[in-house]
């Protein structure tokens, strides 16, 4: 059966990119993740909201932003030009985070239909295989950028913003005229950052036990070949 390193820098690639774009839309589609924060946040008492209020801005707010709905609007809560115009910008950075997602997966499956019906081995690099490396690569990544979060998570924060949102100001709410920021406080995109640090590594540590149980250590490999 022929080898192919190709194929294993494909699926490690893919592999990869799947968990990393299906971790950040956990957040983003999980919405009992936010409203089991409302209490803990104090969000009634500090807006005058009601709960249902501040379900329903958050849901509209987030429906936008996903595409399900073409104009923006969050409940009771008026919105200036600006802050629609941050949350376009969103928008656009959750749905290339959900067509990335789409392509992982797809390109997964296409490499593993690939395999078998050209009957090819995923060639070891360095004796690993491309499960080792899409998830030790991607959470060696994150845990040092989760470590740096963890150290200063406002600068954290605020170059988060640059490097996503280059050259505008528009993420700087004012809340007299986008009050809907104090229904978002930063602690809250701080478990939002938790979260998805969470599921990636436990994503990678799986990926990273079953390439163990597919390409065995040598002493692993002698020990199956005695029994």
């Given at each position: 059966?022929?080898?192919?390193?190709?194929?294993?820098?494909?699926?490690?690639?893919?592999?990869a990119l799947t968990i990393l774009a299906g971790s950040i839309a956990v957040p983003i589609l999980c919405r009992p993740f936010y409203y089991a924060q409302i209490d803990s946040l104090n969000l009634?008492?500090?807006?005058?909201?009601?709960?249902?209020?501040?379900?329903?801005?958050?849901?509209?707010?987030?429906?936008?932003?996903?595409?399900?709905?073409?104009?923006?609007?969050?409940?009771?809560?008026?919105?200036?030009?600006?802050?629609?115009?941050?949350f376009e910008d969103v928008k656009v950075l959750f749905i290339l985070d959900f067509v990335l997602l789409g392509c992982g997966a797809a390109a997964v499956v296409v490499i593993l239909i690939i395999?078998?019906?050209?009957?090819?081995?995923?060639?070891?690099?360095?004796?690993?295989?491309?499960?080792?490396?899409?998830?030790?690569?991607?959470?060696?990544?994150?845990?040092?950028?989760?470590?740096?979060?963890?150290?200063?998570?406002?600068?954290?924060?605020?170059?988060?913003?640059?490097?996503?949102?280059?050259?505008?100001?528009?993420?700087?709410?004012?809340?007299?005229?986008?009050?809907?920021?104090?229904?978002?406080?930063?602690?809250?995109?701080?478990?939002?950052?938790?979260?998805?640090?969470?599921?990636?590594?436990?994503?990678?540590?799986?990926?990273?036990?079953?390439?163990?149980?597919?390409?065995?250590?040598?002493?692993?490999?002698?020990?199956?070949?005695?029994?």
């Amino acid at each position: 059966m022929k080898e192919s390193k190709l194929l294993t820098v494909l699926l490690a690639i893919a592999a990869a990119l799947t968990i990393l774009a299906g971790s950040i839309a956990v957040p983003i589609l999980c919405r009992p993740f936010y409203y089991a924060q409302i209490d803990s946040l104090n969000l009634v008492e500090d807006t005058g909201l009601t709960e249902d209020e501040i379900k329903t801005a958050y849901n509209e707010m987030v429906d936008f932003c996903i595409g399900a709905q073409d104009d923006f609007s969050v409940g009771v809560l008026p919105w200036s030009e600006s802050g629609e115009s941050h949350f376009e910008d969103v928008k656009v950075l959750f749905i290339l985070d959900f067509v990335l997602l789409g392509c992982g997966a797809a390109a997964v499956v296409v490499i593993l239909i690939i395999k078998r019906l050209l009957h090819i081995k995923f060639s070891p690099i360095l004796r690993r295989g491309p499960g080792f490396w899409g998830g030790a690569v991607l959470g060696v990544a994150f845990l040092v950028i989760g470590g740096y979060a963890a150290t200063d998570f406002d600068r954290f924060f605020t170059v988060f913003h640059h490097v996503f949102f280059p050259g505008k100001g528009n993420w700087l709410f004012d809340p007299a005229t986008d009050p809907v920021i104090e229904l978002l406080p930063e602690v809250f995109f701080r478990n939002c950052a938790i979260l998805i640090v969470v599921i990636l590594i436990a994503a990678c540590v799986i990926l990273i036990l079953t390439d163990f149980r597919i390409f065995p250590t040598k002493s692993r490999q002698k020990k199956i070949e005695e029994q």
